[in-house]
């Protein structure tokens, strides 16, 4: 699919390109004034010794995903990406954003109220996703994330958690709705994005700690993911890619385990080759 072969040193994937001249959506939460170019996440990509990033659609942009293909396009052998899409897209539609990079979708489901996602148009949708071996990402608060979750892997869809799952401090297995999640850990194909702690207000020692409960509840380190969720929106006071990049190497001191996380993992489900054509 991507002919171009870079060896892999590192997977950033999460972080979201675009300029403040692009056509915003209705509703947004957040309008960006000043651009964030790839060009600009590929010099922080650069500096930090990572050679990949995957782009995830910002909400305030919808489902045009045209920013983010031409991206793709031009660096198919760095980037791979999010897309946003409604669930009635066509098989040609997603067929064409396969070809472009794209290996996943978005639910960016912050303030909004939860459709049924085990009824039949959204089931055919992720069966079309599943096909594809596209994941589907999800953003919500831990506290109903689970019933997200569950009709997702029903239809055969590796999902993946955005920002340790918001849990609004740190991860608390005594929390039901934490148990519900960690539970599944083991045995669904389930990732986790350690990424971003301040959207999840979390210090150091509060993510150190959702890690090492992670770790316990899937009796490993391979379906966990980083990202520096460059740049920041609304946090572009409170910190800075090198700062993001800092605290990974923080929260996971072990060099091996920095090298699952950041090679191994994202490689496996994103669809990028270690060392060859992806």
């Known amino acids: 699919m991507h002919s171009t072969a870079k060896v892999v040193t590192g997977v950033d994937t999460h972080a979201h390109i675009f300029q403040r001249d692009l056509p915003l959506v209705e509703g947004r939460r957040y309008s960006p004034d000043y651009d964030a170019k790839v060009e600009t996440y590929l010099a922080h990509l650069d500096r930090c010794g990572l050679s990949h990033g995957v782009l995830v659609q910002p909400s305030f942009l919808g489902t045009d995903n045209d920013y983010l293909v031409a991206a793709l396009r031009r660096y198919p052998e760095r980037l791979?990406?999010?897309?946003?899409?409604?669930?009635?897209?066509?098989?040609?539609?997603?067929?064409?954003?396969?070809?472009?990079?794209?290996?996943?979708?978005?639910?960016?489901?912050?303030?909004?109220?939860?459709?049924?996602?085990?009824?039949?148009?959204?089931?055919?949708?992720?069966?079309?996703?599943?096909?594809?071996?596209?994941s589907v990402e999800i953003q919500r608060g831990m506290e109903d994330l689970d019933d997200v979750v569950a009709p997702i892997l029903g239809a055969g869809c590796d999902v993946v958690i955005d920002h340790f799952g918001l849990p609004g401090g740190e991860i608390d297995p005594v929390n039901p709705a934490h148990r519900a999640l960690l539970s599944r850990l083991a045995h669904q194909p389930l990732w986790v994005k350690l990424s971003a702690t301040y959207r999840s207000r979390s210090s150091l020692d509060q993510a150190s700690r959702s890690i090492e409960r992670l770790r316990d509840a899937y009796g490993h380190s391979e379906n966990l993911l980083w990202g520096s969720d460059w740049p920041h929106t609304r946090f572009e006071a409170d910190t800075d890619y090198d700062a993001q990049f800092a605290l990974l190497e923080k929260l996971l001191p072990d060099p091996q385990e920095r090298r699952q996380v950041l090679v191994d993992n994202p490689a496996r489900l994103f669809r990028i080759a270690l060392g060859g054509d992806a």
């Open 80 to 134: 791979r990406g999010t897309a946003v899409v409604e669930p009635t897209i066509s098989a040609a539609a997603l067929d064409a954003l396969d070809a472009a990079g794209v290996v996943s979708v978005r639910l960016n489901l912050i303030g909004k109220a939860l459709d049924d996602y085990a009824a039949a148009p959204w089931q055919r949708f992720f069966t079309e996703l599943a096909r594809r071996r596209w």
